[in-house]
């Protein structure tokens, strides 16, 4: 109770100044809508109705007027998001999930960029008829869950996807341009021909020049666009800074999602495991293998944020807040969580899917922000309750069973027994196959195929994915 009566003092006070005139008119928007007690307000405003399948992607303009969605139908849908109404949709031409849509800056909203499981980075543009021509800007070997635009303009789109390559597109040509082949580390801290599938990359706002990456290993990789306009001939895979935690280097950890601030800090999200903020003075230089562990004990901490779980899909994280104040993230538990970004203190959790909440995209301009997950619906999320909202009574119960989740995850590993008796068995299994083989007369092909296939570990199904059998087609692959 005293501290929902300090929350109220303080925006009387913000109030008061500005109707005083000791707050100048655009600070006073700014310090309201960053305000725990507005944030503490934030309940459902509504739901969006409109695709099949479930919803990866959603992301508003540059205004903030319009919002543009993805799913697993392979369907762009644009929303009016404040009337709660669509606007119009359109097939991507796609061949399979839309994993992330964006629409690019001063396009009056026309040209629509989007990636796929299938690997297509494709184009939408809305003609004068209203009809929507698409078409193919470029492939990936493999999924491309992330896509990014050049702050401010309408041509430079970035993707990166499971090949580990990084393109680069401009939308007044018709080509692609590779940047580089991202590639792992090696002892020697020279790169490998070992591929790290990637699955986010971000440009930070405020020195365009440079963009980070994060994909199947533990760092963060920050490269800077002007060495490879310098020289082309010469690949772009020599990072310019890296980050990881230090207890997470050497770890069985990837990257699912990254965000840059306004002010160049660094959000990581990585697998199963917690969320680091990172400032510039913390990266471990363009060669980490090379830092000594007596430098690495020196680094500074980043920001951490739990509470969640990161383990079922490829997960995003952003900020939130005009000058991005709280950080939010999407949990397998179904839940969004909202935490200060200084101090990480969780401010808010509400539920925001039946199953999986796996992508929230902040408003540019106001306190509100979107939410998509495995159901077949967006949420908007609005500080609109009457009072602040308190959090749920089983807040530590989710976050204690998420918690839980990952250190039993952790824990599976082989000992040296189990992997003994595996051994054993398999020579046994291969002694029997033999003695039969010997034992008959005639062996036909097919039997043949299968009891080498049972030897070599595959079951029936797993035998049968390798002549093409990919299972259920309908079961959601999500960003």
């Not at 184009?123 to 021509?133: K, M, P, S």
């Not at 079922?312 to 909202?338: A, E, M, N, R, W």
Request: one cysteine or more.
């Amino acid at each position: 109770m005293e501290f929902r009566g300090k929350v109220l003092r303080d925006e009387f006070t913000e109030v008061f100044k500005r109707e005083m005139g000791f707050s100048r008119p655009r600070c006073f928007p700014r310090r309201i809508s960053a305000s725990e007690s507005l944030v503490k307000r934030i309940t459902l405003y509504g739901k969006l109705n409109g695709h099949k399948e479930c919803v990866n992607t959603v992301e508003f303009n540059s205004t903030g007027d319009v919002l543009v969605s993805g799913s697993d139908d392979k369907h762009v849908i644009f929303w009016d998001w404040a009337a709660k109404s669509k606007t119009f949709s359109y097939s991507s031409g796609h061949l399979d999930n839309i994993f992330q849509a964006r629409i690019m800056p001063f396009t009056d909203d026309r040209k629509v960029v989007t990636s796929s499981c299938d690997g297509q980075v494709r184009l939408g543009q809305v003609l004068e008829n209203g009809q929507v021509d698409t078409k193919r800007l470029g492939k990936h070997q493999g999924r491309v869950y992330k896509l990014d635009i050049e702050p401010g303009s309408p041509h430079i789109v970035y993707s990166c996807g499971e090949d580990g390559v990084v393109q680069q597109f401009d939308l007044r040509g018709n080509s692609a341009t590779k940047l580089f082949h991202c590639s792992s580390f090696t002892e020697l801290n020279r790169q490998s021909r070992n591929s790290i599938g990637l699955n986010a990359i971000v440009i930070d706002p405020r020195n365009p020049n440079y963009f980070a990456v994060g994909g199947s290993d533990e760092y963060a990789r920050v490269y800077d666009i002007r060495k490879h306009q310098l020289d082309s001939s010469n690949s772009l895979d020599r990072p310019v800074n890296t980050f990881c935690p230090r207890h997470l280097v050497g770890a069985d950890v990837h990257i699912t999602g990254l965000a840059y601030s306004k002010t160049s800090e660094l959000l990581v999200s990585y697998n199963d495991e917690l969320i680091y903020l990172f400032q510039k003075n913390m990266g471990m230089g363009p060669t980490p293998l090379s830092v000594p562990p007596e430098e690495l004990q020196k680094l500074e901490k980043p920001q951490v944020y739990s509470g969640h779980r990161n383990s079922q899909t490829v997960k995003g994280v952003s900020f939130f807040g005009p000058t991005d104040d709280y950080v939010l993230s999407g949990s397998d538990c179904g839940h969004i969580f909202i935490w200060k970004k200084k101090g990480a203190k969780l401010v808010r959790l509400m539920v925001g899917d039946k199953q999986i909440v796996n992508h929230l995209q902040s408003h540019p301009c106001m306190p509100i922000f979107a939410s998509c997950g495995i159901e077949n619906s967006i949420k908007l999320w609005i500080p609109m309750a009457d009072g602040i909202l308190p959090m749920p009574g089983d807040a530590e119960k989710v976050m204690e069973s998420n918690r839980q989740g990952r250190e039993d995850h952790s824990l599976i590993t082989l000992t040296p027994d189990v992997i003994m008796h595996v051994l054993r068995l398999q020579r046994r299994q291969t002694t029997a196959y033999i003695e039969r083989r010997y034992d008959r007369d005639d062996i036909d092909n097919d039997d043949e195929d299968e009891e080498v296939a049972y030897l070599l570990g595959f079951s029936d199904g797993e035998a049968s994915s390798e002549e093409g059998f990919t299972g259920n087609s309908t079961e959601c692959n999500i960003s």
